[in-house]
């Protein structure tokens, strides 16, 4: 397991009771690198949606945290945020929830010359996800093929 693995499987494990606690969901937890500086995000939702005075509720309690464990040996930045409209699927309860919905789907390598696909989440497991299309054709990916999912947003 990489140290960006560990950082956020221990991240989630101590924020979950936090969220849970004000009546939130938390949605994911990440460790990443963008323009030299290391972030670190927690994603909450709730019915009805996030709003600014909670996720500072979450940052403040859970910064308490960070600073009494101090597992993280990188100077980093801690940001609460909501997933947002076109929230990627991750984990099986996002797969759950998006069953019968449209999502898009986006490929490492083109597949009949597109990379980007757009349908209703019909199935998944472990290894594979199952579109269908408009035209009611199905296909199935296998999800080392999978660059991301998300929620499609229709405006």
């Known amino acids: 397991m990489s140290r960006r693995e560990q950082y956020e499987q221990q ?3 101590l924020l979950h009771p936090i969220v849970t ?3 939130f969901e938390l949605v994911d937890v990440e460790y990443v690198k963008e323009v030299g500086n290391w972030y670190l995000r927690a994603y909450i939702d709730k019915p009805g949606g996030i709003t600014v005075d909670d996720c ?3 940052s403040r309690k859970f910064s308490d945290v960070l600073d009494e464990k101090d597992y993280i040996s990188d100077a980093y930045i801690f940001e609460v945020s909501s997933p947002g409209l076109g929230r990627p699927l991750k984990k099986e309860k996002d797969f759950e929830r998006s069953m019968g919905t449209e999502v898009e789907l986006r490929t490492y390598k083109a597949m009949d010359k597109q990379k980007e696909f757009t349908g209703i989440l019909q199935a998944y497991d472990k290894d594979t996800v199952t579109l269908l ?5 199905t296909h199935t990916f ?3 093929e999978i660059a991301l999912i998300r929620l499609a947003l229709d405006f």
Do not use: K
Not at 133 to 137: K, L, N, P, S, V
């Open 11 to 13: 991240t989630e494990a």
């Open 21 to 23: 606690e004000l009546g």
């Open 142 to 144: 296998t999800r080392s």
């Open 56 to 58: 500072e509720a979450v």
């Open 133 to 137: 299309y408009e035209d009611q054709t």
